[in-house]
Nanobody, 118 residues
């Protein structure tokens, strides 16, 4: 089992930055792929970014060039650096982990709220 806890959400003005953290406990975090998702009110949850155990990254087109996903395996923590935030980035952000190269994410955090004022 892997337990995930997000932090770092908050209120920021449009154009500002936030860094989300995802602290993992349980099994070896370094062997897991990690992803970030978000869900805005009235909308479906959408994938934002992912990073493999080896450090390869992928991003949704909507955040490419503005968000950066990273991980520090020594700290069992993943990060999502969000720059140039837009009001449409406002959502609850979730981190997730999976033990496989591809497929569904097995473990989820409880989410952290990001609010962007215009």
């Amino acid at each position: 089992q892997v337990q995930l806890v997000e932090s770092g959400g908050g209120l920021v003005q449009a154009g500002g930055s936030l860094r989300l953290s995802c602290a993992a406990s349980g099994r070896t975090f370094s062997s897991y792929a990690m992803g970030w998702f978000r869900q805005a009110p009235g909308k479906e949850r959408e994938w934002v970014a992912a990073i493999t155990s080896g450090g390869s990254t992928n991003y949704a087109d909507s955040v490419k060039g503005r968000f950066t996903i990273s991980r520090d395996n020594a700290k069992n923590t993943g990060y999502l650096q969000m720059n140039a935030l837009k009001p449409e980035d406002a959502a609850v952000y979730f981190c997730a982990a999976r033990s496989t190269v591809a497929g569904a994410f097995d473990y989820w955090g409880q989410g952290t709220q990001v609010t962007v004022s215009s």
